[in-house]
């Protein structure tokens, strides 16, 4: 099980004073896939990304990234992850290939007969588009040079699975489109486990082979952007009009709710349309359901 | 070559492009603004007489204000522990195997560089402005060297665990007035014996007087040791004083290190964000 496994989560409670942010989280993340942890802010994916870091210690649960507990990770279980940070202006001074140089003598020590650690510095800087700028101060890069140079950092020491959070908040559309060809690029070419957090669905299912959503703590889906799309039945939208008033429904079943609505009034309907639920609807309406548990059913489908 | 070792190696070619930043375009004006100010004032004061000793005032600030500037290291160390825990320096070491042991080497090797740049700013220049060191004993040099090691250590550890403690550069800024403080009665600018009693004990319990003395008895001529305490350099309390603090940052530094480190993640540097970028906008 283990060898197929990268990450293993059972259970995971994470809880603040009195407030539980994680509430029974259990997933797994094959070696090789791409997994999205996808939900609004405040939904609890960076508490658990930095669990799964070893940057958090959990309340309760089982956890297993490589076979090792985050909590008690050493440094070579370290060198085999990376981490994809949020960066800021850190190493502002520095040149490009003079950081990658740096972070990259540290994990020297850590290449195995598999895997020749670190990359070597030229063949990472092409990888992620940056050759022409390797001579570069860091201050000096574009929003999504700097995120791609982040991601450079992340994966210096050939890793073995890779943490991105939040990796396009910020960007422009072009910066975030180059910065979803590179992950795909990377999905592609390096049999790389990625664990990916965003609040856009969008980024979610580019990006990932699985997608988690998580809202209010809670799993509340866990599949395939298909399978999502399939197993959460999502309402559809039909709009019709009745003797010139128009109508609008959220309805379960759409063709029999036309076939009632024909049966019902015969000629008088007209300009009848049926919009099925997209996948963009249904995580919308999870998230709407999870953040107002209160709200009548009837008001949060409307 | 083992992990530990890697880690140490790397740090140190860190510290040395650390340093190299340090000291480059505009960077340089601020870091030669405040030996040079020292400097003009020795200069100024040189002819001043200290009572009736018949030395200049310039003489003995001169070899104090390399303590002092020994001294300023603690303030470096916080200064900068505190801007690199806001920008996210800090995290991406910890992100990284032995990142954490690379920084704070590189932070040792680049604050002490820097410190002997301020010294040799301070030392070549200024044996052509003040008279009557005794820079051609070895002794003197033997002296400077130890108390030199001993003020490092004791002060950047010092410094290291105030800047694990004290978690934004705003504090550390604040920081800088005690230490403003503490200097204005460490006898460097002036003779301490002329300060009443309580203040020179205050004094005589931070390492930046001992440092001073410990110069002092390194540079100036065996006569000029009656402007000190007890009319004696006190090498041995001097030692003492420098040791202990040293054997107690060696000890504890790396334990508020440590649980500081622990504590840093994305969402706490996401965090301080939102607050520096408050502050700005």
Redesign the interface.
Known sequence: MTGDVAIEVEGLRMRYGTNDVLHDLSFQVGRGEVLALLGPNGAGK??T??IL?G??MRSAGRVDVLGVDPAHGG??W??RIG?V??????????RVR?LLD??G??????STAGIRRPWEVDELLAAVGLTEHADTSVKMLSGGQRRRLDVA?GLV?RPELVFL?EPTTGLDPKARRDFHALVRRLRDELDITVLITTHDLDEADKLADRIVILTGGRIVANGTADDLSRQIVGRDRVSWAQQGERSVRHVDDSTAFARELFARHGDEISELEVRRASLEDTYLELVRNAEAPMAEPAEASR | ???AM??V??GA??GV?ELR?AFTGMELVGQLLWPVATLVAVFFLRDLPIGDTGYGLGMIILPGALGMFVALGLLLVVQQLAA?RE???L??A??????IR?YLVGKIVQISATILAYLAILLVPGVFLVDGLDLADPVSWVTFAWVLVLGLVATQTIGAMLGSLISTPRGAGYLSLPVLGLIAISGIFAPITGLPEWLQVVAQLVPIYWLGLGMRAAFLPDEAVVVEIGESWRLLETAAVLGAWSIAGLILAPIVLRRMARR????R??ER?ERALQRVG
């Open positions: 960076t508490s990304i930095e870091e940057f958090r440094e070579d370290r060198a981490v940070l949020q960066s800021w202006r850190d190493h502002a001074k520095w003079e740096f972070q003598s540290l994990y020297e020590p850590y950092i020491g959070d | 070559m083992s992990a890697t880690a190696r790397s070619r860190r492009i930043q690199d920008d996210g320096t995290l991406r910890k992100a990284t195997p032995g990142g690379a840093e993640s994305g969402s540097v996401a964000r």
